[in-house]
């Protein structure tokens, strides 16, 4: 089990954060159901899912992290273990967005493709 560090994916990836009180969530759920289906629009947007279950394990793309990682966002995003909460944190470590409701993949992708820095890895990536 690693630890997940915030700022160690300052300037390398977006982190797109999704906070619930356990896997059994139902907001939980049907977002990982919205997401399960884009994981290219992920990878493409240098995203990186961290999932932050309260009663379960929390993963970071897939791998399970520490229970103080997993506390540490908790805390400096001030989501209560009982909240399902999504945050998306830009390459600079602002948040971009905040929702306490699933969303669309492709609301997501399409804030993050209006984004300056991403129009220019999408213009030098042709």
Excluded: C
Aim: proline fraction near 3%; charge should be neutral; hydrophobic fraction near 35%.
């Amino acid at each position: 089990m690693s630890s997940f560090n915030l700022s160690s994916q300052k300037w390398q990836n977006r982190v797109l954060l999704v906070f619930a009180p356990s896997g059994d969530n139902h907001s939980y759920q049907q977002q990982m159901q919205l997401f399960n289906q884009h994981q290219n629009g992920f990878t493409d947007r240098d995203l990186v899912l961290v999932q932050v279950l309260a009663t379960d394990k929390s993963y970071a793309n897939g791998q399970p992290i520490d229970e103080s990682s997993a506390a540490n966002l908790r805390n400096r995003f001030g989501v209560d273990q009982e909240n399902f909460r999504i945050i998306l944190v830009g390459k600079d470590g602002g948040v971009k967005r905040s929702d306490t409701k699933p969303v669309q993949a492709a609301a997501i992708f399409e804030q993050i493709d209006a984004m300056p820095m991403r129009q220019q890895e999408m213009r030098s990536s042709r």
